[in-house]
């Protein structure tokens, strides 16, 4: 009798572990690895899935973040922006959603906007080097080369081996930027359709 009952208990505790564990069910692995890789349509669909199943709110925030540098990589930064508004609205500490506001905001040729938000994201989080480097071409398009200047040396002072801050460096200190073009290699967003 105490055998049965011993596995009667394994069995329900291991069903509590479970249903309380629910990354791991199939359905929702499988929403947050379309979040996170994929297609930017996939990763649509997969953080929408995610933000379904939210329960708290950075889970919100992530989700939400997520669909925003999706619809970055689709070009539909309005979208974007809507989307990070609102997971700054779910979880205002959340340093990645004001990042990629920063680059919906420069993708909508707001680069003012998009420096602001990259402060926040900073002041949260220092050393995020992609957001010094957002900064920076954003402080090119605003005119501000000393400020690019000092992203870029902040960049390279966490990571010295960053061959695009040693690339940017090198143009800004050798050669007057009197137009700052933003192409596919050198877009806050880092494609095409942020131009």
Known sequence: MRAPLLA?????????????????????ADAAQDCRSGSPEMR???CSRL???????????????????ANIDRGAFADALTD???AIRADDQYPYAF?????AYAGLQNPTAAIADFNR??????????????????????GNTQA????????????????EAKSSLNVLRGAEVTSPSLNATNSLCGSVGCN
Not at 51 to 69: H, M, S, V, Y
Not at 124 to 136: G, K
Request: aromatic share 4%; with cysteine; proline share 6%.
């Open 84 to 86: 990070c508004n609102n």
């Open 121 to 142: 994201a900073l002041a949260m989080r220092p050393n995020f080097s992609n957001t010094l480097i957002n900064r920076a071409k954003a402080n090119i398009t605003l």
């Open 44 to 46: 649509i669909g997969g």
């Open 148 to 163: 690019a200047i000092r992203d870029y040396e902040e960049v390279l002072r966490l990571k010295p081996d960053n061959e």
């Open 99 to 103: 990042h990629n506001r920063g680059v």
């Open 8 to 28: 009667l208990i394994a069995w329900v505790h291991a069903g509590l572990i479970a249903s309380m564990a629910l990354p791991s069910s199939p359905a929702l």
């Open 51 to 69: 933000l379904a199943e939210a329960r708290t709110p950075r889970q919100r925030a992530i989700a939400l973040d997520g669909r925003c540098w």
